[in-house]
Nanobody, 124 residues
Framework: QVQLVESGGGLVQAGGSLRLSCAPSGFTFSGYAMGWFRQAPGKEREFVAAISWSGGITYYAYSVKGRFTISRDNAKNTLYLQMNSLKPEDAAVYYC?????????????????WGQGTQVTVSS
């Protein structure tokens, strides 16, 4: 049974940093691309970042490029999202997602499994 458990969310001041983690289980982590998405109240779920199975290829949403870094440690079975220079508009529930194959992609339909999400709140 595939499970994805996010952690690391919380309240941070604008300009601050947070690191989200995702702990997967029920599948071979190194065999799949992974992604981070977010959803703010009243808005659709949107792509944040994606990483290929090896970590060699990453993609970012334009709004977070240069501030967020997605990474993975296949030996530790963990996915990360380092978020720096946070802005109030980054506030959302952040979701970890498992891809359908090895390759990093940007669409929500390209992901087969989702975590329950972790709340990120940014105060101005």
């Amino acid at each position: 049974q595939v499970q994805l458990v996010e952690s690391g969310g919380g309240l941070v001041q604008a300009g601050g940093s947070l690191r989200l983690s995702c702990a997967p289980s029920g599948f071979t982590f190194s065999g799949y691309a992974m992604g981070w998405f977010r959803q703010a109240p009243g808005k659709e779920r949107e792509f944040v970042a994606a990483i290929s199975w090896s970590g060699g290829i990453t993609y970012y949403a334009y709004s977070v490029k240069g501030r967020f870094t997605i990474s993975r440690d296949n030996a530790k079975n963990t996915l990360y999202l380092q978020m720096n220079s946070l802005k109030p508009e980054d506030a959302a529930v952040y979701y970890c997602a498992r891809g359908r194959d090895l390759y990093a992609r940007r669409g929500t339909g390209d992901y087969a499994y989702w975590g329950q999400g972790t709340q990120v709140t940014v105060s101005s």
